[in-house]
């Protein structure tokens, strides 16, 4: 399967907003996908194929060396094809050269995410009771840490 990740910009908000509805109970909205775009602490990519559809996205939020993954979503008809890896790479390897950790939240009962995030360096990090509203679910903190060079 052939993508690219590029930056979101506007014209992928209507996509990304049917993703969303497809993969979260509690789904974000048109403006806060706008404020996203205009907010210099973040970073949102996409996955789209080459005829400009978006397969899957990736939003991160970073204060100061901390970086803070929103969301990673990808089509169904397009999971198990690396899309959710090679965004996850992406911060992955910014958050290498540029970050002291990621750390993000995912539901206590998405084993192919927790498995997804362990491969790449991810540890539990701790356990946020009835996080998750539509249903009521424990989210599972994990935390990636990058070794820093000492100055």
């Not at 403006?31 to 939003?59: C, H, K, R, W």
């Not at 993954?69 to 992406?90: Q, T």
């Not at 509203?133 to 990058?146: G, K, N, S």
Request: hydrophobic share 40%; net charge negative; glycine share 6%.
């Amino acid at each position: 399967m052939y993508y690219e990740i590029v930056p979101m910009d506007r014209s992928h908000i209507p996509q990304i907003l049917t993703l969303e509805q497809a993969c979260f109970s509690t789904p974000w909205t048109a403006t806060m996908l706008t404020d996203a775009l205009f907010d210099p602490q973040a970073s949102f990519i996409v996955a789209e194929d080459e005829e400009g559809n978006v397969l899957g996205y990736a939003g991160l939020h970073v204060v100061v060396d901390e970086g803070y993954i929103d969301n990673i979503a990808v089509e169904p008809d397009a999971r198990r094809h690396g899309v959710a890896s090679a965004l996850l790479d992406v911060y992955c390897r910014f958050g290498g050269a540029n970050l002291a950790f990621l750390t993000l939240e995912v539901r206590s009962s998405n084993a192919p995410a927790i498995a997804l995030y362990e491969k790449h360096g991810f540890q539990r990090a701790g356990l946020r009771p009835g996080y998750y509203q539509h249903p009521r679910e424990d989210a599972v903190i994990m935390t990636r840490e990058f070794a820093r060079a000492e100055e």
